[in-house]
């Protein structure tokens, strides 16, 4: 069965970084992209870009460009996704999602957390 | 950026009523048109992909329909299961963006 799993909660400082990772198994991870969702406490959904696995294209969302990467290890079959320069407002639930225009697996979820 | 609203932004209903969502883009957005179902604590959850079709083991009392701007998610009878947050997004162009959510609770 499909499956996505993300690494573990953060709690980062302002100004830090924070990496996530989402480890896909049930399927060929190079025939489907990696979509990254993210949720604030309380809040709507945000999309914030998606990755294409077989050949590493991005398309971010303007509001994160400069300070987004997303990245695929189609070696582990794992998705990444960097955000740096946090501030308090990036404080939310970050999900990893396979597909492009619709998404049809999603990860449990990262509660990454900024906060000084 | 395309602007995604949804009506109401919640309702009271009870186990058997029929449920109707709207969502409306501030521009045509084709069949470009998803649902998600999501419950507190969880991850979203794919019903409605392409306006109208029916995601892989969702219940058949889903049901999905419009075009353009304009665009509806129907529950046919409510199921207890069925209390949660509907979300629309729009996949036309990116950023593919989401309606605030119409969160679905019991009367």
């Known amino acids: 069965q499909v499956q996505l799993v993300q690494s573990g909660a953060e709690v980062k400082k302002p100004g830090a970084s924070v990496k996530v990772s989402c480890k896909a198994s049930g399927y060929t991870f190079n025939s489907y992209g990696i979509s990254w969702v993210r949720q604030a406490p309380g809040q709507g959904l945000e999309w914030m870009g998606w990755i294409t696995a077989h050949n590493g294209n991005t398309d971010y969302a303007k509001k994160f460009r400069g300070r987004l990467t997303m990245t695929t290890d189609t070696s582990t079959s794992t998705a990444y996704m960097e955000l740096i320069y946090l501030r308090s407002d990036d404080t939310a639930v970050y999900f990893c999602?396979?597909?492009?225009?619709?998404?049809?697996?999603w990860g449990q979820g990262t509660l990454v957390t900024v906060s000084s | 950026d395309i602007q995604m609203t949804q009506s109401p932004s919640s309702l009271s209903a009870s186990v058997g009523d029929r449920v109707t969502i709207t969502c409306r883009a501030s521009?045509?957005?084709?069949?470009?048109l998803n649902w998600y179902q999501q419950k507190p604590g969880k991850a979203p959850n794919l019903l409605i992909y392409a306006v109208s079709s029916l995601q892989s083991g969702v219940p058949s009392n889903f049901s999905g329909s419009g075009s353009g701007i304009d665009f509806t998610l129907t529950i046919s009878s409510l199921q207890p299961e069925d209390f949660a947050t509907y979300f629309c997004q729009q996949s036309y162009s990116t950023p593919f963006t989401f309606g605030p959510g119409t969160k679905v609770d019991i009367k």
């Open positions: 999602s396979r597909g492009q225009w619709h998404l049809d697996y």
């Open positions: 521009q045509s957005i084709s069949s470009y």
